[in-house]
């Protein structure tokens, strides 16, 4: 799925370029999704606050910044410590792959902790914060930094007393920073009924930052608004955002509309039997597949036969399941003949395994859109999609699937969705409601009959793909999903045993015709063959006849030329004179 | 910029005669953080004179930092806030922000009167 990250990459950049021109220059997070939720970044130059609670990754957001600024946009950062020393943080974020030591050595990145114990220090009088000042400023100067991070500036509240100078101070800190022409990041706590303990908001007006970590149902998600930013056009939803061990990434999602692009390829299901019911040809590439029916009735398999048949054309896959682990999976496919462990061991299949109640809505999707955009498949399952409702309500998890599926439309993936309809209730519908959002929808069901339970599949609808109307009977055999007719008598549709004792009869049917036909077949042959025999008997007759015929007339004239002889000898002995001549013209003849 | 009090002379003890002598009598090392010829800085030092003149006769070491000049030592003694007292010696290191004007919290701060105020 190269398409997608091109061109929100590009889409992005023309953004950027577009806010440049138009009004405020932007410094870039580099990251994921915040860039594009600010349209390109914080405004450069300018404070800007990052509040939440604690443990919402606000020092995290801020390291990542100037972490970014220093390695992968060219401008060196300060990062002032007020809770952690440099040590601890070198340690804290090596784990996402940042070398603090190392950026600091190429005199890129300086990381400064200031202390401020409360039970050593007396105030009497006047002061000021100077000494902030001309340590920052020393640190700036010191690699020519363009960016600074105070975190957490709140602490300086728990250290002084003199709440009147801290805030003139700290407005004459935030000015400060804007003359020096710094991009800044402040991070401050999180404040009852306020955005920040110690009201920072008052101070840092340009572009305000509010992380949250909630936790409903047991289940945490951690959410990211921009809650302010003055100036400039930006996302004003909830955005869900991902700790892991790439850092921070957020995922504006719900920014995506109905303008994505549509394929006209399509791609095999992988049962040549379906491809046919769907026209022939299989599924339109990037539409959203949906195949919903009973227990047991072999909506993994047909995903499964989807993803074998992706990877097979050498597309990658990925395949999030939330009731069987990849181990399972792999096992059960390989009893209906699919070997999926070959594509896992190519790389072209990720099993992402994770029970639906594990975390919240937010972070499944925000998980998914992670996994796509880095791995880039062709191909997504969802098995099933039900059980996401556990992990919230039905209408969220409503909403969770339409970004999802826009989400994967934009980038041209073929979504394959499985959804299992509880027999008790209406069968055409999901508990989830997408059925109105799939393209296609197939539905597999049970057929009773004659004490036995069958399956049957048949194409629910499918847009913009001509498909058959007709019950196909479902078989899982060793060698994968076969379609096979279904028939239909008086009593309605034939499957199982059914279906094959009317197989058998029409088999032992067709059997009788044939038979009756070879037997007529054999019937003409033996009278030829006999006819035969008596017109070569005939024919002998005549030859002996016309044998016989011959050697009598032989004989007649051989008797006729002795009797000739006869008369001639008989004339000479009796000394005629004429009858020579007339036994000579006689023989002549003959 | 090093002003020194009236003391300036006396050289500060090792660590051996810290620990021989940790009575009254040590001798103090105070050292006043300030960022330029501020005002504010010119009142702090005159107070903090003051209070030593008056309890610390002779047993005080003052060292004024200018962190103008010297950017880079404000990190050493955790320096946040201009003007501040670091009380080095004698043990515990005691902080005291602000320009000492009010010399009861300073000797307060300083330790040389109990926090009661009796």
Avoid at chain 1, 421 to 426: I, K, R, V
């Amino acid at each position: 799925m190269p398409r997608l990250t091109a061109r929100n990459r590009k889409s992005e950049s023309s953004n950027h370029k577009k806010s440049e021109g138009r009004s405020l220059p932007k410094a870039p997070t580099g990251i994921q999704g915040l860039d594009e939720v600010t349209n390109g970044g914080f405004p450069r130059g300018r404070p800007t606050l990052i509040c939440g609670s604690a443990g919402a990754g606000k020092s995290l957001l801020a390291m990542e910044f100037i972490v970014a600024g220093a390695t992968e946009y060219g401008e060196p950062g300060v990062f002032i410590a007020f809770e952690e020393t440099a040590a601890e943080l070198t340690q804290n974020v090596r784990s996402l792959g940042f070398d603090l030591d190392r950026l600091a050595e190429e005199k890129k990145l300086i990381v400064d902790f200031v202390r401020i114990e409360r039970s050593e220090i007396d105030e009497t009088g006047d002061y000021d914060l100077e000494g902030l000042f001309i340590r920052i400023g020393a640190a700036i100067d010191a690699i020519g930094a363009k960016r600074v991070a105070l975190d957490t500036i709140e602490n300086l509240f728990a250290g002084l007393q003199n709440q009147g100078i801290l805030r003139a101070e700290l407005r004459r800190l935030f000015r400060w920073l804007k003359d020096k022409g710094v991009t800044a990041v402040i991070t401050a706590e999180r404040g009852e009924g306020a955005l920040t303990r110690h009201g920072l908001e008052e101070y840092v007006s340009d572009c305000v930052i509010l992380l949250d970590h909630r936790v409903t149902d047991q289940v945490s998600t951690r959410r990211l608004r921009v809650v302010k930013y003055r100036g400039t056009a930006h996302g004003t939803n909830e955005y869900p955002f991902l700790i892991d061990e790439g850092g921070f990434s957020v995922l504006p999602i719900t920014s995506l509309g109905l303008l994505h692009q549509v394929s006209d390829e399509r791609v095999s299901s992988g049962v040549p039997r379906l491809d046919t019911m769907l026209g022939g040809e299989g599924y339109h590439r990037g539409s959203t597949i949906l195949v919903s029916g009973t227990a047991g009735t072999g909506k993994t398999s047909l995903a499964a036969h989807m993803v074998d048949a992706a990877c097979r054309r050498g597309e990658r896959c990925v395949y999030f399941s939330f009731e069987e682990s990849p181990q399972q999976l792999i096992r059960n496919m390989r009893s209906i003949g699919l070997n999926l462990e070959q594509w896992t061991k190519k790389g072209l299949l990720q099993f992402h395994s994770s029970r639906a109640t594990i975390y919240g809505l937010e972070m499944h999707l925000a998980t998914m859109h992670k996994v796509v955009r880095e791995y880039e498949p062709s191909v997504v399952v969802l098995d099933p999609v039900g059980s996401l409702i556990q992990a919230g309500s039905q209408r969220d998890a409503h909403v969770m699937m339409v970004r999802l599926i826009d989400f994967l439309k934009h980038g041209g993936v073929t979504a394959f969705l499985t959804n299992l309809t509880n027999a008790n209730e209406s069968l055409e519908r999901t508990d989830i409601e997408i059925s109105s959002i799939v393209d296609t929808w197939l539905f597999v069901r049970d057929i009773e009959l004659n004490g036995e339970r069958n399956r049957a599949l048949y194409v629910l609808k499918s847009r913009g793909t001509a498909h058959s109307n007709q019950l196909r009977e479902f078989l899982l055999t060793d060698h994968g999903v076969d379609l096979l007719e279904v028939y239909v008598g008086p009593e309605g549709v034939l499957t199982g045993s059914s279906r094959l004792s009317q197989e058998a009869r029409e088999k032992a049917a067709a059997l009788a015709r044939k038979q009756e036909l070879e037997r007529i077949d054999r019937d003409r042959t033996r009278k030829r063959e006999a006819l035969e025999v008596r017109i070569t008997a005939l024919r002998k007759e005549f030859e002996f006849e016309e044998q016989d015929a011959e050697t009598m007339s032989a004989e007649v004239e051989k008797r006729e030329e002795l009797v000739a002889e006869d008369r001639k000898a008989m004339a000479r002995s009796r000394k005629a004179d004429t009858g020579d001549g007339f036994a000579v013209s006689k023989r002549n003849k003959k | 910029m090093k002003k020194s009090g009236k003391p300036a002379a006396e050289k500060p003890l090792s660590l051996e005669e810290i620990a021989k002598t940790k009575t009254e009598s040590d001798v103090w090392e105070l050292r006043l953080y300030t960022a330029g010829q501020t005002p504010r800085s010119l009142s702090a030092f005159a107070n903090l004179k003051k209070i030593c003149e008056e309890h610390l006769q002779g047993r005080y070491n003052i060292e004024v930092v200018d962190l103008v000049k010297h950017p880079q030592l404000a990190a050493g003694d955790q320096i946040v806030a201009i003007p501040t007292l670091v009380r080095k010696l004698p043990q515990p290191l005691r902080k005291i922000v602000g320009d000492l004007r009010d010399t009861e919290r300073a000797l307060v701060g300083l330790q040389l009167r109990p926090a009661s105020g009796k």
